[in-house]
């Protein structure tokens, strides 16, 4: 197995040696000429990475060498760190350095480093001396030009071509009937083939989601026997059906709640990446998997065709590679991006080649074509094809891996280091874009020449580089774990720079943490975020070289009693070095309060870059804080700070630097806010002055009534985006939205409006919101009016539980695509101008409105009316669009009125006069209307004719609930396209007739509650296309409809799935 190269490291010492900083510690320790002379042969070591690299995979001597330096620089890292921490604890450069320098221990430690020096030295001259030895020859890696931005054509490549027919196979094995309880259909192939993106096609087809009651998806992908644990099993399918917690219990525990989940329900569960072997173990599995519905089945995904045989799959379902065709459709969408008038032709000749040699392999396709999509040199392009690994696979016997290899060769080296971290993580761990690269920044991954460029940023660039070239992507991630473990052997060696927590349970208490920590004096990451402890560990403060901790926890009382220097946040003070997230916690139980709220424990921490401040916000029961205010005032973030979130903040003022009318100069990068449950606090700080301010978040801030003013002249929330506001109940109003435009402009970039439960909030005016788009408001009982001016950009608009609101009214948007309006108890008038991209309207609950008339409004797909009791009128016009009309529970609209409705599709009529509804029905006639479903109408007796006008397309009937229906007219024999015809609760329903038998499209016939239906006609032997019939609570039918016996049986027998349901 390959070593991984250390091209970081050695940018980073390089970089350290090179720094004017480093040069000055070293010279105080009387080492003033060292870095030049280290620099220098690093240097050499350096020009022969690229070819070290390379030729470890062919030589031994050469892996060996990479494993010796990259030894050698994490030690030659820990001494000059070392250095650095020595020099910080003691104050730098202060007026005691001399003093310092007198003392015994530092005698012993310029001793101590001395030697180390000396051993640093001698081995990397004898690295270097084996440079020639080798063979190793300086190279240069042209750095190609991140092309990260454009991606969509790799957006394209996630189309799948080519298994369509692989899907209507599986599918058809998986919605077939059958006795057994339990069937597996395994699917089995290489890697990279495309085994799990086969499954996801499958596992999302629609009629699997009829035909199951229950899906689950599991993602086993664990490679060795062992790891296959039959309760870790249960608990993955458990948290696919519910995300519930089941952590914590046992098999037993796991078995049980299981069976309360499947019993006799049939169910489809996908089990993706197996590896197991062990036929005991699945049995295990298989047996608590017994008590689903017959029909139930399991798909899974593997590797091994014994795997496939062990679970009962004789004979599986072999994955193949595509066809020559479709592998060239895949290659040119990718590498060409569709273009291909404007490629060379030897070029297309070339790329047609390549793509034949990828056997059919989706992954090798998807990787070779992203390589070379940015490639116009036919010389690079021969390359690739004559590449030894690619040609390996002509061989009958081939490996994808090498292949995939050609990816991780073509990184920039910058890039290299930061995919191999990855091996750190297990097999299918998913890891958050944002965490890992907070990592990557803490390993001094990522390097910047821009001073003013946050590494973060930089960071994230590397991440998207990486994802274009098919290097991150779910469906391929087993495989991209291989190349990583080809690629870089283990990083698991001392010295130990990153304590990263990934499961649950692999630390039981406290102990073994405060016994390891405090020795990793070159800790660079120490991620605390899923231990189960109670307190951080102590003499963190020690850790001065910590880039990265996204967790610090305040000790209680008891703690500090036994050792004052256990989870106080005066810990944090000296780990100057932090950044990406910070999360504070349990800030309640601090009590050295006075040296806190002189604010120096946050205020220099410049690269810092999210803060997150927790009080006791989820115990209701807390006692409250008396020193939150203190506490607060000394947890001034440095101004780099971009993300801030307050949780339960006890005090009934903000900190001074807060409400500092100079907020915009302390807190000049802030982007995000987010506060929960200040529960104490009237008055807002400022926040309107922040020049990048994008989101405010505030979610149950009790007291709050303003929001502290800033001066009239500054524009009022230059740059925010998103505004939410949750249960707020004494919020009076929206501060400036209203005011007059020589004011200061007020939400020039305000995109999107969330308020929810502020019941004092009387009114709502947004003026010249130009870029606003959505708004919802909820729950504010007090409202009472509402306005919308000058807001071109707005598309979606809720208003939810507002009942004392009387009008709505929006001024014409070209925007508008989505208004829904409920549950207003005393609106009367909606005024809706002509709306050219308005797409769906749902009103509901608004028992006060009269009449709806609805403008121009082309693009127009659906309309719902629900529970309007007092309407009496609805009038369309131009709606020819409109493919979804539902009407529920307006017993008194009287009045329908609407040009033609052509493309009308769905019609629901719910609890309407009958006349309305043959009024409806009258404008409704197209030849696009294909489901009808009529619900509660009282007093028809018979269907309406209008129905004749849709006999060619009208494909699902459903009547619901039509207790004055005693017989279905003849005609319903002319609806030969109906596929799905349900009569459900229609109790006089007394006879079927016999025209029936001409629905020959008819498959899906649901009977419910019609007690005085006494029997199915004969005709019905001619539905052959008849697959599912279901009877439920229908009494003279239960008897005459028994298997073999009952006098109806021959009438159905032929029928695919009958259930009958007795009373």
């Known amino acids: 197995m390959a070593e991984q190269v250390p091209f970081s490291i050695v940018e980073h010492i390089l970089m350290k040696l090179g720094s004017k900083a480093f040069q000055k510690i070293l010279s105080m320790y009387g080492l003033p000429k060292e870095p030049a002379k280290l620099k220098e042969k690093l240097d050499t070591v350096r020009a022969v990475l690229l070819d070290a690299e390379e030729k470890q995979l062919k030589s031994h001597a050469v892996q060996h060498w990479v494993q010796r330096l990259k030894l050698f620089m994490y030690d030659a890292d820990d001494f000059l760190d070392d250095m650095a921490t020595h020099y910080l604890q003691r104050g730098g450069l202060t007026s005691q350095v001399s003093h310092f320098f007198s003392s015994s221990n530092q005698v012993v430690f310029r001793c101590k480093m001395s030697h180390r020096l000396k051993d640093i030295k001698e081995r990397l001259g004898d690295i270097q001396n084996d440079i020639s030895l080798l063979n190793l020859i300086p190279c240069v890696h042209t750095e190609e030009k991140n092309s990260w931005r454009d991606t969509h054509s790799f957006v394209l490549a996630s189309e799948i071509v ?21 069937s597996i259909v395994a699917i089995v192939g290489i890697g990279g083939l495309g085994k799990t993106t086969l499954a996801q096609l499958v596992y999302n087809d629609e009629r699997l989601v009829k035909h199951f009651e229950l899906k689950i998806w599991v993602c086993v992908s664990d490679d060795s026997d062992d790891g296959f644990d039959v309760n870790m099993m249960i608990k993955k399918i458990l948290k696919s059906i519910s ?9 037993n525990g796991s078995k049980d709640k299981l069976h309360e989940k499947i019993r006799e329900k049939r169910f489809l569960i996908v089990l993706d990446d197996v590896w197991n072997q062990n036929f005991e173990k699945w049995d295990k599995v298989r047996i608590l998997l017994m008590v689903g519905a017959k029909g139930s089945k399991i798909v899974v995904t593997t590797r091994k065709t014994k795997v496939a045989s ?6 599986p379902f072999i994955l193949k590679g595509l066809e020559e065709n479709q592998s060239w459709n895949l290659f040119s969408k990718i590498a060409f991006r569709e273009r291909l008038e404007n490629v060379h032709p030897n070029i297309i000749g070339i790329g047609k080649e390549i793509a034949t040699m990828c056997k059919g392999v989706p992954l090798i396709i998807k990787t070779l074509g992203t390589m070379l999509q940015f490639e116009s040199e036919e010389r690079n392009w021969l390359s690739i094809k004559n590449n030894e690994n690619l040609l390996s696979l002509q061989d009958e016997n081939y490996n994808v891996l090498p292949v995939l290899k050609l990816s991780y060769d073509n990184l920039p080296t910058h890039l290299r280091q930061c995919f191999s971290y990855c091996a750190l993580f297990p097999k299918d761990y ?20 821009n001073e003013n460029e946050h590494l973060e940023d930089v960071g994230d660039r590397y991440f998207k580089e990486l994802w274009s070239r098919s290097l991150f992507h779910e469906v391929e991630r087993d495989v991209v774990n291989d190349i990583v473990s080809l690629m870089i052997g283990s990083l698991k060696e001392k010295p130990i720079r990153t304590f990263l927590k990934l499961y649950e349970d692999d630390f039981k208490n406290d102990s073994i943490v405060n016994s390891l920590i405090p020795s990793l004096k070159c800790l660079h990451v120490l991620s605390l975020d899923s231990f189960s402890i109670r307190k951080v560990p102590k003499y963190l403060g020690e850790l001065t070289l910590l880039q990265s901790l996204p967790l610090f926890i305040v000790g209680n009382g008891r703690e500090f009693s036994k050792n004052k220097r256990i989870g106080r946040l005066s810990e944090l003070k000296r780990l100057s070095q932090l950044g990406g997230i910070l999360q504070i ?24 870059q999210s803060l997150r401040l927790e009080w006791r916000w989820w115990d209701l029961e807390a006692k409250w804080d008396e020193n939150a205010e203190l506490v607060m005032e000394g947890l001034q973030p440095h101004l780099n700070l971009k993300e801030l979130s307050v949780y339960g903040y006890e005090g009934r003022k903000f900190p001074s630097w807060m409400m500092n009318d100079g907020l915009d100069s302390l807190l000049p990068n802030l982007c995000h806010i987010e506060m929960w449950d200040c529960s104490r606090c009237q008055i807002l700080p400022p926040f309107s002055q922040l020049p990048f301010l994008k989101s405010l978040e505030l979610y149950n801030m009790k007291e709050v009534e303003d929001m502290k003013e800033s001066s009239p002249g500054k524009p009022f929330f230059p740059s925010l985006q998103i505004l939410k506001f949750y249960k707020m109940p004494k919020l009076t109003g929206l501060w400036r939205m209203d005011i007059l435009a020589e004011q200061g402009p007020s939400f020039p970039h305000l995109s999107e409006v969330y308020i929810e439960k502020c019941s004092s909030l009387t009114s709502v005016r947004l003026s010249s919101s130009p870029s606003l788009s959505k708004l919802y408001i909820n729950g504010c009982s007090n409202l009472t009016s509402f ?20 009008s709505f009214e929006l001024h014409s948007s070209h925007s508008l695509s989505i208004v829904t309006i409920q549950n207003c108890h005393n609106l009367t008038f909606i005024a809706q101008p002509p709306s050219p991209c308005l797409s769906k309207i749902d009103i509901r609950d608004c028992p006060n409105l009269t009449s709806f008339e609805l403008h ?12 309007c009791l007092n309407m009496t009128s609805l009038e369309l016009h131009s709606t020819p669009c409109l493919s979804s009309l539902t009407i529920r529970n307006c017993p008194n609209l009287a009045s329908f009125k609407g040009a033609s409705l052509p493309c009308l599709g769905k019609l629901a009529l719910d609890r309407i006069r009958e006349d309305v509804l043959r009024q409806i029905m009258s404008v409704s006639a197209s030849s696009s209307l294909k489901s009808l479903y009529i619900l509660k109408i009282d007093g028809m007796i018979s269907l309406p004719e209008e129905l004749l006008q849709h006999v060619s397309t009208l494909h699902t009937l459903s009547l619901q609930g039509c207790s004055s229906l005693s017989t279905l007219p003849h005609w319903l024999g002319n609806l030969t396209s109906l596929t799905h015809l349900q009569i459900l609760d229609c109790r006089g329903l007394a006879t079927l007739p ?10 899906d016939l649901q009977i419910y509650k019609s007690p005085e239906l006494a029997s199915l006609p004969e005709e019905m032997r001619s539905l052959k296309n008849l697959q599912t019939l279901n009877i439920s609570f229908c009494p003279r039918l239960e008897e005459r409809c028994r298997r073999e016996t009952g006098q109806d049986w021959p009438n159905i027998a032929h029928v695919t799935e009958i259930n009958i349901y007795p009373q």
């Open 585 to 608: 916690k349990n800030l309640q139980n601090e009590r050295d309060v006075l040296p806190i709220s002189k604010g120096e424990i946050l205020k220099e921490k410049q690269y810092l």
């Open 243 to 251: 995300n519930e917690d089941v952590a914590s219990l046992d098999l």
């Open 162 to 182: 080519g298994r369509d027919e692989n899907k209507e196979e599986i599918v058809k094995l998986l919605s077939s009937n059958n006795e057994k309880n339990l």
């Open 856 to 867: 121009s409004s082309p693009r127009l797909s659906e309309l719902e009316m629900s529970n």
């Open 787 to 806: 306005e919308l001016h000058s807001s071109p950009s707005l598309s979606v608009v809720t208003i939810q539980d507002c009942h004392k609101l009387t």
């Open 430 to 449: 998913e890891i958050k874009k944002k965490l890992l690269v907070q990592l990557w920044t803490a390993q001094d991954y990522i390097q910047s020449s």
């Open 310 to 315: 062990i679970m009962g799959d004789s004979s």
């Open 994 to 1003: 016999h025209s029936i038998g001409s629905l020959t499209s008819l498959t």
